[in-house]
């Protein structure tokens, strides 16, 4: 049996390539498996590599492989999970899906929140409205931001134009971190019990 394609295309993006609705998509949807090669090296790292979890790690292939991040995501990534998996969804398990949170246009580009911890956060410039201004985790932006500390306007290197607000006298304290990931991983941000 042949597998269906996900209704997506792959082709430049703001930030290198991107993944892009051919066509409408539906809140809800799940767009298509993320397949790829499953590593079981808890220390393996790569620039596209996504966790799963028992140390194992999931380097994807296209198209997936080219998800960029949004602190307003449209997609997320999914996993069933085997306590609350229902009877003939058992080729689900050990899967990662994309699946949309909310309508995605045709022509939009599909975005997850890499949700990254914070020994491993980046600027981030997806210009989202509440952009977090890091790539990190809600639960972890504290151990990143300094209060007292006022933004900075980070600017993209190519267009020269503010992204993002940064503090200014940015440290980060890795002992602070209460999770230690490798970086550059993007993770499964919950399970999907149908």
Known sequence: MKRKEPPVQVRPAEFGQGVFATKKIRKGQVIGEV?????????????YC???????????????????????PNCELIYYDPATIQPGQEHCLDKLFVQATRTIPAGGELLIDY????????PCGCQAEKCRGWI?????????????????????????????????????????????????KKRPRQSLGI
């Not at 985790?137 to 007292?148: I, P």
């Open 35 to 47: 397949h790829g090669q499953v590593v079981l090296d808890p220390d393996y790292t790569s620039r």
């Open 136 to 184: 990190v985790s809600d639960e972890e932006l504290h151990l990143v931001v300094d209060e007292e500390t006022p933004p900075r306007q980070v600017a993209h290197e190519s267009a020269g134009v503010p992204m993002a607000q940064v503090p200014a006298n940015h440290e980060l304290n890795p002992e602070n971190s209460q999770t230690q990931q490798q970086p550059r």
């Open 115 to 122: 949700a990254w911890p914070a020994d491993h956060a980046i």
């Open 50 to 72: 996504m966790e799963l979890g028992n140390g194992q790690t999931l380097e994807p292939r296209e198209p997936f492989r080219f998800l960029n991040h949004s602190c307003l």
